[in-house]
Each structure stands twice: as C-alpha cells, then as structure tokens.
C-alpha cells in the first residue's frame, strides 16, 4: 500500500506542475486506527519515510499524537502536531490523510486544501472540492 499512496501522491501534485522533491505534504493521521492514540503499526510511519526519501517536506497532524515518537523501524524525525487550521492547511502542497479521525471537519480541509491525497475515503461527501481530491 505504501509505494501505492506515494504515486498517486506524486500523481496528483504532477497534476497542477509540481514534483514531490520540495512540495510541503501534510500528513492526517499517524495513529494506526481511527480515534486512538497508539501509532505502534501504522502505515503512516512508512509513508512519510518514503516522502522524505523523495524529497519533501513534511508535517503532520493528529489530534491523538502531539509528538511523534521515535520508531525503531523508521526513519522519521520527531516532529510535533500542527495545529489543524485553515492557514496551515493552506501552507501545504498536498494533504495526504492517512487516518480519518472522528474529530477532523472534512469540509473545512476539503475547502483549505490545494491537493488531497485520502486513503481512507474520508471525503466521499465532500463535493464542493471534488476535483482536487485524489483517492488512494
């Protein structure tokens, strides 16, 4: 699944004209399930390894994980949650959404967001911005 999302990561961004090396993708959800705290098994690890691997910038959000955790298996930086606003949705090239927490709106990410990548069909009812979301 991982090397899967990443290309239609790379897809939707080559889309509008832009490579991963150097896009900001921001990550939704690092815990392995939907409403948990716990990322011990989560794909997410793997997907943002390998975006790093490609070249881009990453952050992160999850109302559950402030801090992400240092993970034997992965090579991923600590970094800390961002605050889910409309500015810091705005700042990214593409929202990749990894786990579909209760607590996210997905019309407000749908409506702030340039490009989302959502593995999760998360935003199978958001139609305003139906033409930048790529399913995954």
């Known amino acids: 699944m991982p090397p899967y999302v990443i290309e239609r990561v790379a897809e939707a961004l080559n889309d509008v004209g832009k490579p991963i090396r150097g896009s900001k993708i921001g990550v939704l959800g690092v815990?392995?399930?939907?409403?948990?705290?716990d990322?011990?098994?989560s794909p997410s690890f793997k997907l943002m390894e390998l975006l790093?691997?490609?070249g881009a910038y990453l952050s992160y959000n999850?109302?559950?994980?402030?801090?992400?955790?240092s993970m034997r298996h992965y090579d991923v930086p600590r970094l800390a949650s961002e605050n889910l606003s409309p500015e810091w949705l705005a700042s990214q090239d593409c929202i990749l959404i990894a786990?579909?927490?209760s607590a996210y709106d997905w019309e407000l990410i749908a409506r702030h967001?340039?490009?989302i990548?959502?593995?999760?069909?998360?935003c199978k009812n958001v139609v305003e911005a139906a033409a930048k979301i790529y399913k995954a």
């Open 52 to 54: 790093i691997k490609r």
């Open 99 to 101: 786990t579909d927490h």
């Open 31 to 37: 815990a392995y399930k939907k409403d948990v705290d």
């Open 113 to 115: 967001s340039k490009l």
């Open 117 to 122: 990548v959502d593995t999760r069909n998360a």
């Open 39 to 41: 990322p011990r098994e």
């Open 62 to 69: 999850d109302p559950h994980i402030p801090t992400l955790p």
